[in-house]
């Protein structure tokens, strides 16, 4: 899972305080792939603005099914909080967690297409029970990190 988030932060004690805990939120971009599967770079993209060609790489990818190469590239919400504490006027320390909301992403959406195309039905019967393809995915991160502020 690759994930781009803007956040924006609610500090809940005034600027100044030792210690100032916070909540963030904001929209997500997510693209999901397999492992050997890549997005490929675009000779136009090379010579447009390098985050938007990102993007429209990564939903160009996203376009293309999983199984067949491609990825799931979706929008969600990201919320969390945190806390960030000056041990010493110059450094601090900061920890918080993050919580990413996307619709559930279908990676076997092509599977049975394959299966009649790729076998014989007199050799062959596969069953298998349905797949949950509804509801939320929920991708949650905690970080903490040390800073040198100048």
């Known amino acids: 899972i690759r994930t ?13 305080s030792r210690v100032r805990p916070y909540l963030a939120g904001g929209p997500a971009f997510q693209l999901i792939h397999l492992l050997d599967a890549e997005p490929s770079q ?7 603005a390098r985050d938007a060609a990102l993007f429209l ?44 909301m996307t619709r559930r992403p279908d990676l076997w959406k092509t599977l049975p297409e394959k299966l009649k195309r790729e076998t014989d039905s007199e050799t062959l019967r596969l069953e298998y029970a349905p797949l949950e393809r509804t509801g939320v995915l929920r991708h949650q991160v905690v970080t903490m990190g040390i800073g040198v502020a100048f």
Do not use: I
């Open 57 to 100: 790489t990564a939903y160009n990818f996203g376009s293309k099914p999983a199984l067949e190469g491609g990825g799931v590239f979706q929008a969600g919400l990201t919320y969390g909080g945190g806390v960030h504490w000056h041990v010493t006027p110059r450094l601090f320390l900061r920890a918080d967690f993050r919580e990413t």
């Open 42 to 48: 675009s000779r136009f993209l090379k010579f447009a």
């Open 4 to 16: 781009f988030t803007y956040n924006a932060l609610l500090h809940l004690r005034p600027k100044g």
